[in-house]
């Protein structure tokens, strides 16, 4: 791929935004590219266990990219583009995988909403986030309109939205945005930590919890209940669960194959 890295080891999928140059900005190649891969891990969960997004060079990602086409090329339609960004965001979220944002530096714009579309942030504690789409005269985008009131509730997120101030990131721990704040040389050992674990763990059973957490602000209790019977009954019925009994007779560790 031009402008990701993707790198596989012991079922934990990294996957790098790679333009350092201009602190990973996200350029129409790169929303591709990142609906391509989303796409790929979604289809082989047992390959593929858990998923960490990062950035390189020291920073997440500072944003969309101001691109432009060369020479005579026509650039795309504003609603094209911005249905590239969503397709990346949406697979991204999606994906049943559990997936785990490593945040150094700076998140800003689609940047911090890529790390919010994700199921657990870590950030370093010099990284900083914005949401910084009203400086720029422009509505938020990248999903922050749905996560960010689910994430910290709606009057805090208009905060975010309205000043789009930069936060650091003791305050975007304080505000809910993200899980932890490590030292920035303790961040990769820290998520790849959470990252193994997470890879060892039940696949069928972590796919359906998080698609149930997913859904449930728009759900009644009597809908979720019903959802937590069925996801039940898929468990209860699969290898995992069953050789999980049977380490626990056992004084063993499960193995968790996806089965």
Known sequence: METLHVERAGGIVTVTLNK??????????????????????ARNPRRDRAVVVTGAGGDFCSGADLWLPPGDEDPPHQLTAMRNVSAAIQGLHDLPQPTIAK?????????????????????????????????????????????????????????????????????????GLVNRVVPDDELDAFVAGWAERLAAGPPIALGLTKKMLNSSMSLTLQ??????????????????????????????QPRFEGR
């Open 20 to 41: 350092p140059n201009k602190k990973n900005a996200v350029d129409p190649t790169m929303w591709t590219e990142m609906a391509r891969i989303w796409d790929d891990i």
């Open 103 to 175: 945040v150094p530096g700076v998140a800003a714009g689609a940047g911090c909403s890529l790390a919010l579309a994700c199921d657990l942030v870590v950030a370093g504690d010099r990284a900083r986030f914005s949401e910084i789409f009203a400086k720029r005269g422009l509505a938020l985008d990248g999903g922050s309109s749905w996560f960010l009131p689910r994430m910290i509730g709606l009057h805090k997120a208009k905060e975010l939205a309205f000043f789009a101030d930069i936060v650091s990131a003791a305050e975007a721990a304080e505000f």
């Open 223 to 252: 809908q979720a209940l019903e959802d937590e019977g069925r996801a039940q009954s898929v468990t209860l019925s699969s290898r995992d669960t069953a050789d999980a009994f049977a380490a626990f007779t056992e004084k063993r």
